[in-house]
């Protein structure tokens, strides 16, 4: 089945940018889903930051959307999220997430990677 | 943006007591394109049902959802140990952006 794995530093400094990717195994980027990121600040809710399509579509949380870049690496059966100018609000752990498709419908999110914290902080 | 409100923020119960979760809406969901989603200390959020009432792969059928428009609702018929947890919903309607509930805990009694 399919699995997610980010990597990526876990520390970013004030100001600098966040830079991760999520590693997609037993299954391909190039289907017919979409590829989320999702976060969530210790102790809080979750928040959606964005996804791809393998052709490079991409959809943004208003919220974030002139700090967000999301991009594909199909070569390498991958995506990133890029997330600039951070600050300490944005200290989360940071997940990737297939999102599901059926026939008829899309949008939730399975499965998902184990995430990964990153900590803004001089 | 469509605003999602979990109530209670946190239930306690007791093994096998039935568990019922709230998720209202801002504005309609379309289609019932709801999902919950459980999420135990430590661990990524867990998919249990998707478009409102589908029961994801490998999911008990004690978890059930139900409603529509604005008003959803997960049940948990008997609780077990593993059960205990945050669960928190999602609604992914015609366009993004896809936006959660505040969660609500279920803790033991």
């Known amino acids: 089945q399919v699995q997610l794995q980010e990597s990526g530093p876990g520390l970013v400094k004030p100001s600098g940018t966040l830079s991760l990717t999520c590693a997609v195994s037993?299954?391909?980027?190039?289907?017919?889903?979409?590829w989320s990121w999702v976060r969530q600040p210790p102790g809080k809710g979750l928040e959606w930051i964005g996804e791809?399509?393998?052709?490079?579509?991409?959809n943004y949380n208003p919220s974030l959307k002139s700090r967000v870049t999301i991009s594909v690496d199909k070569s390498k059966n991958q995506f990133s999220l890029k997330l600039s100018s951070v600050t300490a609000a944005d200290t989360a752990v940071y997940y990737c997430?297939?999102?599901?498709?059926?026939?008829?419908?899309?949008?939730?999110?399975?499965?998902w990677g184990q995430g990964t914290l990153v900590t803004v902080s001089s | 943006e469509i605003v999602l409100t979990q109530s209670p923020g946190t239930l306690s119960l007791s093994p096998g007591e039935r568990a019922t979760l709230s998720c209202r809406a801002s504005q309609s969901v379309s289609s019932s394109y709801l999902a919950w989603y459980q999420q135990k200390p430590g661990q990524a959020p867990r998919l249990l049902i998707y478009?409102?009432?589908s029961r994801a792969t490998g999911i008990p059928d004690r978890f059930s959802g139900s409603g529509s428009g604005t008003d959803f609702t997960l049940t948990i018929s008997r609780l077990e140990p593993e059960d205990f947890a945050v669960y928190y919903c999602?609604?992914?309607?015609?366009?993004?952006?896809?936006?959660f509930g505040q969660g609500t805990k279920v803790e033991i009694k």
């Open positions: 791809i399509y393998h052709s490079g579509s991409t």
């Open positions: 999602q609604q992914y309607g015609s366009s993004p952006p896809r936006t």
């Open positions: 997430a297939r999102v599901g498709i059926t026939v008829t419908t899309s949008g939730w999110f399975d499965p």
């Open positions: 478009g409102a009432s």
């Open positions: 037993g299954g391909s980027i190039s289907s017919s889903n979409w």
